[in-house]
């Protein structure tokens, strides 16, 4: 690890800035280029001459184009995974997950494929992870268990990522690298620079990526933040000094692309809770957010202390979450202020304040058994003052209703508007957007890290900034962008499906395991058993008739009956004329019973003939 990362140099002043370009070149295959006349004037005249010798031998190696792979996180918020190409050289940055959709019945997560990878693994130096969100290393254990490439990133990131290697007995194999902004880290023909930035978890980085062909400045997840929990804004200097040396192209959050303005710092929601925490008077006070908002988390745990109210931690997630911050010293926490769960009870209502998940609605999680009453150490009542720290993400808000409507029944107070200011973005709006464009000044904009609409309404934006329309490429899943100083282009494409992961099993469950668990949802299933001899195609016993999902039999002995007559009259015609036809008996017997049933309901059940041959 030592010897393929510099120390946190800030390029500051002139000196520190050759030191760190003549680094460059030592580790590079080719020497920076000189772009500078007065540089080369005020060198002695030989050392000119090995100059322009240099120079010439390095003439045949041509600049070659830098290549981008997009393997997850564009058209969709999810599993972010992007691969850079220079040479012989790959790396990645990020490897998330998504969360399944009603489309996906029973699948648990969603993972970026990584064939690619595979395919690609002598060339693969790393993968820089970004941040510590779900959608950026939930992949991540999924891919070392194919690929144990080194991972690099923030101390807090590091920490986030050995939790979940942990549960899949991964730790003591993972090759893992705690790096810091200011660092670069070399990886084959590439050097990747970390910047820091703001977002709804701490130690957030974005990388300028160099390489001989230009320097392409990714931006992760981010918001301009002045006045951030940590105390530590976002390195807009730094982004400025790398927009002078010149940027060939930026990727930048296109998550919050459709607001106008600027996202709200996160201290505001500090002193909405305070504010809130005053009324919640005598009351006890639940207060659901992202496990991962750790400056929220800190936030929450400030108003409490400042009222002396103990805290509890609800949700697992929650718990983990809060440990590894702790232990890294990314919160602060008053001794004693946070007590068990089983000891609640012990406390009266105004000296409480209990922290829990579910702020989506999520029907395992805590808030969720809390509103249906099914959680085992908190009943919800009148006397309980609830604040939901988030705003649903798309897709969520019905659940999320369900969940409040439900706390309101049980008579507790739900504090979940926009008008309370509970909640702010992590991500940046369109004028912080504008900010790092006019900043980072690129050459090419890739817009990434959302929907459709919100890739196209980045790339507007970057229009309305200047930035030629030949020059943005709106990318989607599967597509290799290359780009060199003349231009940028989509350039082919890699395979980069979604594989689903249902209980222990990853990649087992494709499109048609989905299109039957679709159809047995939609109109259940009827089995049809039969015993038959084998020589002369005789039913020995049967057909027996189950359903599942499709009727309520008793209501319909007559239906199943005359299925029953049916599944007997064309099992017997049909093995009557070829006893060793199985197959086609089958065949036949679902063919017929399906129009049957389809007769007689409207309705196409998935049909499965079983026939035993004795
Ligand atoms: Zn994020
Ligand atoms: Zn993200």
Not at 26 to 34: E, L
Not at 222 to 232: H, Y
Not at 430 to 440: A, G, P, T
């Amino acid at each position: 690890m030592s010897e393929k990362i510099f120390g946190g140099d800030k390029p500051a002043n002139e000196k520190k800035k050759q030191n760190k370009s003549s680094k460059f070149s030592r580790y590079s295959r080719i020497p920076p280029k000189r772009n500078t006349a007065e540089a080369q004037h005020q060198r002695p005249a030989k050392q000119q001459r090995t100059q322009r010798q240099k120079q010439k031998q390095h003439k045949k190696v041509e600049k070659k184009p830098i290549r981008i792979a997009f393997l997850g996180g564009l058209n969709e918020v999810g599993k972010n995974m992007t691969l850079y190409e220079y040479g012989e050289s790959m790396f990645l940055v990020d490897c998330g997950l998504a969360f399944p959709d009603a489309e996906l019945p029973g699948v648990d997560l969603v993972l970026p494929d990584f064939s690619y990878v595979e395919k690609n693994i002598d060339k693969i130096k790393g993968v820089v992870v970004t941040h510590g969100h779900e959608d950026h290393i939930g992949g991540l254990a999924y891919l070392l268990k194919s690929v144990n490439i080194p991972i690099y990133s923030t101390k807090l990131t590091i920490g986030l990522i050995q939790g979940k290697l942990k549960e899949h007995n991964l730790l003591s194999s993972a090759k893992l690298n705690v790096v810091k902004p200011g660092d670069r880290i070399k990886l084959g023909e590439f050097e990747v620079e970390l910047i820091h930035v703001n977002h709804s978890i701490p130690d957030a980085v974005a990388l300028a990526v160099r390489c001989e062909g230009g320097t392409v400045v990714q931006m992760g997840d981010f918001k301009i933040d002045t006045t951030p929990i940590d105390g530590e804004p976002i390195d807009l200097a730094r982004f400025a000094q790398i927009g002078t040396e010149g940027v060939m192209c930026l990727m930048s959050d296109s998550t919050n692309a459709e607001r106008p303005g600027y996202t709200e710092s996160e201290s505001k929601v500090g002193e909405s809770f305070d504010r809130l925490f005053h009324s919640a008077g005598n009351r006890r006070i639940i207060v659901a957010t992202f496990a991962s908002n750790i400056h929220r988390v800190q936030q929450i745990i400030n108003s409490a202390a400042s009222l002396g109210r103990k805290v509890v931690l609800s949700g697992r997630s929650l718990e983990n979450v809060v440990a590894v911050a702790k232990e890294l010293g990314y919160i602060d926490v008053p001794e004693g202020l946070i007590v068990s769960i089983d000891t609640i009870k012990r406390y009266p209502d105004d000296k409480l304040v209990i922290i829990t998940t579910g702020s989506q609605g999520e029907p395992m999680s805590a808030l969720s058994r809390m509103a249906f009453s099914d959680h085992r150490k908190v009943e919800i009542g009148p006397m309980d003052y609830i604040i939901i720290s988030a705003t649903p993400i798309p897709g969520n808000e019905k659940t999320v209703g369900k969940v409040v409507n439900e706390l309101m029944k049980l008579g507790a107070e739900v504090i979940y508007e926009k008008m309370y200011d509970v909640h702010v973005s992590g991500h940046a709006c369109q004028e912080e957007l504008k900010m790092i464009m006019s900043l980072v000044k690129p050459k090419y904009f890739i817009p990434v890290h959302g929907e459709q609409k919100h890739l196209q309404k980045h790339r507007i934006l970057a229009e309305s900034m200047g930035i030629d329309r030949k020059n943005i490429i709106v990318a989607d899943n599967g597509l290799l962008v290359e780009m060199s100083d003349d231009s940028v282009r989509v350039a082919g494409s890699v395979p980069a499906g979604k594989v689903y992961v249902d209980g222990s099993g990853v990649g087992d469950v494709g499109s048609i395991v989905l299109r039957d668990r679709k159809h047995l949802s939609q109109d259940g299933i009827i089995i049809i058993t039969a015993c038959v001899e084998a020589d002369t195609g005789y039913i020995v016993s049967g057909p027996e008739v189950i359903t599942r999902g499709f009727v309520y039999v008793k209501e319909s002995e007559e239906l199943i009956e005359q299925a029953k007559r049916l599944a007997y009259n064309t099992l017997d015609e049909r093995l009557g004329r070829n006893p060793s036809d199985i197959l086609a008996a089958k065949t036949r017997v679902r063919d017929d019973i399906s129009r049957f049933v389809f007769e007689k309901t409207r309705r196409s059940p998935m049909i499965v003939p079983v026939i035993m041959e004795v």
